[in-house]
Every structure is written in structure tokens, then in C-alpha cells.
């Protein structure tokens, strides 16, 4: 009888688990207590538009959870790039998304992590990355290499748990406006849009 308990438990908990083991292991660059719940991937997601024209850029998918939010939009796993930085994850999400395109990598290296897609350019681009983990000069930067990456206008959506954006705005370079807060999540989280101008 615990045997199964145990078993169910693990199953049922599986990417809950494997999250806080890689939390524990790697601090800095899983910045959150709990994964990312279904209300908020939804959420992060609802900036993709599956018939737009370019791929979808994804930092720091995790356990999938976005990851599943963002197919679930009707995008084709094939114009997905998820950037993960956690090898046990990178295989996790290649077994769950074969057919999507998962780069274990640093995301604030994007040249050496796309490789031969260091080039390609995407429609959006969708970050759960602990950014407020790291220096503001290195979040400017990366925001900075993600965006010459969009289409001038197209949005990067960012998560955080602090009151304010994790990169303030720079006129002339990005604007960044509130998104969204998200109440039913472990714990509430703001999400901000990014956009180069126009």
C-alpha cells in the first residue's frame, strides 16, 4: 500500500520533483520556488500566434510546462527553439517535444547556443529565465540579443516576482509595459511585454 503511495506520488509529482532537485542543485538559475503553473504558461503563451510566419523563441522552459502552453496554441513543435541550460531538463523535454527544437545552452550566449540557427529570426519570444538573478548590464544584454532577434513590434514576455520590470525601459532601444498579474501562481508573478520600437 505506501509502495503504490510512493509510486502514484512520484508520477502524479514528477516534473514538481525534478524541478526542486535542479533548484536545490543549481540556485541562480532556477530562480522559483515552485514550477510554473498552467494559469500563467497559459498566460506567457498567449502572446504566440501559430500562423505567424517566423518561429518561437522559448529561454528557460524547465519541466515544459510553457512549453506545452505554447503548442498547445496550435504552434507546430517544429517552429519551436527552447533554450535550457539544465542538462537533465534538455533531456526530459526532448523525450516530452521530439519534434520541437530543444538547445541545451546558455540563453545569454545566444550565438554558440543556436549554433547553425544563429541566424534565424523569430516572430516572439517567451522567457521564464530568473533574470533578477543576475547583474542588470547582463539582463540588458540578453534582452538586448533577443529582441534583434524579433521583428521590430513583436513582444518578448518576461516573468517575475518582483514589483517592478526586470529591465527598465531604454527609449530609443525597448519599451516595456505590464502584462499581466497572475494571482493563481506559486508565487503570483508579474509578467511584462518587451518590443523594440517600430
Request: hydrophobic share 45%.
Given at each position: 500500500?505506501?509502495?503504490?503511495?510512493?509510486?502514484?506520488?512520484?508520477?502524479?509529482?514528477?516534473?514538481?520533483?525534478?524541478?526542486?532537485?535542479?533548484?536545490?542543485?543549481?540556485?541562480?538559475?532556477?530562480?522559483?520556488?515552485?514550477?510554473?503553473?498552467?494559469?500563467?504558461?497559459?498566460?506567457?503563451?498567449?502572446?504566440?500566434?501559430?500562423?505567424?510566419?517566423?518561429?518561437?523563441?522559448?529561454?528557460?522552459?524547465?519541466?515544459?510546462?510553457?512549453?506545452?502552453?505554447?503548442?498547445?496554441?496550435?504552434?507546430?513543435?517544429?517552429?519551436?527553439?527552447?533554450?535550457?541550460?539544465?542538462?537533465?531538463?534538455?533531456?526530459?523535454?526532448?523525450r516530452r517535444f521530439?519534434?520541437?527544437?530543444?538547445?541545451?545552452?546558455?540563453?545569454?550566449?545566444?550565438?554558440?547556443?543556436?549554433?547553425?540557427?544563429?541566424?534565424?529570426?523569430?516572430?516572439?519570444?517567451?522567457?521564464?529565465?530568473?533574470?533578477?538573478?543576475?547583474?542588470?548590464?547582463?539582463?540588458?544584454?540578453?534582452?538586448?540579443?533577443?529582441?534583434?532577434?524579433?521583428?521590430?513590434?513583436?513582444?518578448m514576455i518576461q516573468?517575475?516576482?518582483?514589483?517592478?520590470?526586470?529591465?527598465?525601459?531604454?527609449?530609443?532601444?525597448?519599451?516595456?509595459?505590464?502584462?499581466?498579474?497572475?494571482?493563481?501562481?506559486?508565487?503570483?508573478?508579474?509578467?511584462?511585454?518587451?518590443?523594440?520600437?517600430?
Open positions: 500500500m505506501i509502495n503504490n503511495f510512493a509510486r502514484n506520488f512520484r508520477s502524479r509529482f514528477a516534473d514538481e520533483l525534478r524541478f526542486l532537485a535542479n533548484a536545490k542543485a543549481q540556485p541562480k538559475t532556477i530562480g522559483a520556488v515552485w514550477p510554473t503553473g498552467a494559469v500563467m504558461a497559459r498566460r506567457m503563451a498567449s502572446i504566440v500566434d501559430p500562423q505567424a510566419a517566423l518561429p518561437v523563441l522559448e529561454l528557460g522552459p524547465g519541466t515544459g510546462c510553457i512549453t506545452k502552453a505554447i503548442l498547445g496554441r496550435g504552434l507546430p513543435p517544429e517552429r519551436l527553439y527552447a533554450v535550457e541550460y539544465a542538462a537533465e531538463f534538455v533531456s526530459e523535454l526532448k521530439p519534434d520541437a527544437n530543444i538547445l541545451g545552452g546558455d540563453a545569454f550566449n545566444l550565438d554558440d547556443t543556436l549554433g547553425e540557427f544563429r541566424d534565424q529570426k523569430f516572430d516572439c519570444a517567451v522567457s521564464a529565465l530568473p533574470l533578477l538573478n543576475f547583474p542588470l548590464a547582463m539582463r540588458e544584454h540578453l534582452l538586448a540579443d533577443v529582441l534583434g532577434r524579433l521583428s521590430a513590434g513583436r513582444p516573468f517575475s516576482y518582483g514589483p517592478f520590470a526586470p529591465v527598465p525601459a531604454r527609449p530609443g532601444f525597448w519599451t516595456v509595459e505590464r502584462y499581466d498579474f497572475v494571482l493563481r501562481n506559486i508565487p503570483p508573478a508579474r509578467l511584462w511585454l518587451y518590443r523594440k520600437p517600430v
